[in-house]
């Protein structure tokens, strides 16, 4: 059996708040450790991607996303705008699902710059390799 790579490949499925945080902060951590990092995001999580998009608390009025980033801030967690920064700076790489792009009708202008538009097949394939694989949904 092939050794394993000091990769983490993570499937992002979700767009509320605290999965979208979660994955960019295991993956810029690990970029920022030395390791590949591999995002694959598809369904509701391939939102992320979009220009403009800010997450939002499962189930929370905008007040309670509100009083989340304030304290976040507060307390010198990144925002998703500064951890998307950090992501490009670390060398994360990011990866739109072709299948949820056609079905939810987005086109490549509408994703962040520099996101990758890969099939399932393509990211299982590398993540095959990964040492920590992970799925945020």
């Given at each position: 059996m092939a050794e394993k790579k000091n990769m983490l490949a993570m499937v992002v499925s979700e767009q509320v708040l605290e999965k979208t945080m979660a994955a960019m902060m295991l993956a810029t951590t690990a970029a920022a450790s030395g390791m590949e990092a591999h995002l694959f995001f598809t369904f509701w999580g391939l939102n992320a991607l979009k220009?403009?998009?800010?997450?939002?608390?499962?189930?929370?009025?905008?007040?309670?996303?509100?009083?989340?980033?304030?304290?976040?801030?507060k307390l010198g967690i990144a925002t998703w705008p500064e951890l998307l920064k950090m992501a490009q700076e670390t060398g994360v790489n990011l990866y739109a699902c072709n299948t949820t792009l056609q079905l939810f009708g987005f086109k490549k202008e509408d994703l962040l710059d520099g996101v990758r538009i890969?099939?399932?097949?393509?990211?299982?394939k590398m993540a095959s390799d990964a040492s920590v694989q992970l799925f945020i949904g």
């Open positions: 220009k403009k998009f800010s997450p939002k608390l499962r189930g929370m009025m905008s007040i309670g996303t509100g009083m989340m980033n304030s304290k976040m801030k890969v099939g399932a097949a393509q990211f299982l």
